[in-house]
């Protein structure tokens, strides 16, 4: 293979995941077709988190392999948007939004393979809670091997013409 070889033509790799318990597996043609992290407050519920970062891909190129059917969904009464989780360990696995019902959106924390994607964009920054964490410097903690702190006084409120 020539170095214009690569890239283009390449064939398909299949990205692979799934939920805590194991019992819902997902596959995904690679490359996602987008990654980004969700700020919003639905998704910080959720996913009991301070952001999700999703993947989105065509559903056609989408596979949920569950075979004790335990692929749960829940439908956003505000939104409409659906959330699929594992019913046994609580895992978000699916997120499918009205406004694009040819795609859905998965955690790219479930996926054990790349994604042939970066996560860049960011959506709702204005939802970010103030505790979130922002790459503020760590130290260690004395006495607690394994366990980081933030130094006293770093943190500040960040606002959103902080960020761009
Ligand atoms: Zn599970």
């Known amino acids: 293979m020539t170095g214009s070889d690569q890239g283009r033509g390449k064939p398909a790799a299949t990205a692979r995941g799934g939920c805590a318990c194991g019992a819902v597996r997902i596959e995904m043609t690679s490359p ?8 919003g407050r639905a998704t910080q ?41 594992c019913g046994r360990c609580g895992t978000p696995l699916l997120y499918e939004r009205p406004r694009s019902p040819h795609f859905v959106n998965i955690p790219r924390a479930v996926f054990e393979t790349g994604v042939g994607r970066e996560p860049r964009y960011h959506l709702n920054i204005e939802a970010a809670p103030a505790w979130a964490y922002r790459g503020e410097p760590l130290g260690p903690l004395k006495g607690f091997p394994g366990v980081l702190r933030e130094r006293p006084g770093r943190r500040k409120p960040v606002g959103l013409s902080d960020l761009f």
């Open 32 to 39: 996602a077709t987008w990654a980004w992290h969700d700020h």
């Open 45 to 85: 519920r959720a996913h009991g988190a301070q952001a999700g970062v999703f993947v989105g891909s065509w559903k056609k190129r989408v596979r949920v392999l569950d075979e004790e059917g335990l692929l749960t969904r829940w439908s956003e009464p505000d939104t409409g948007a659906v959330r699929g989780f």
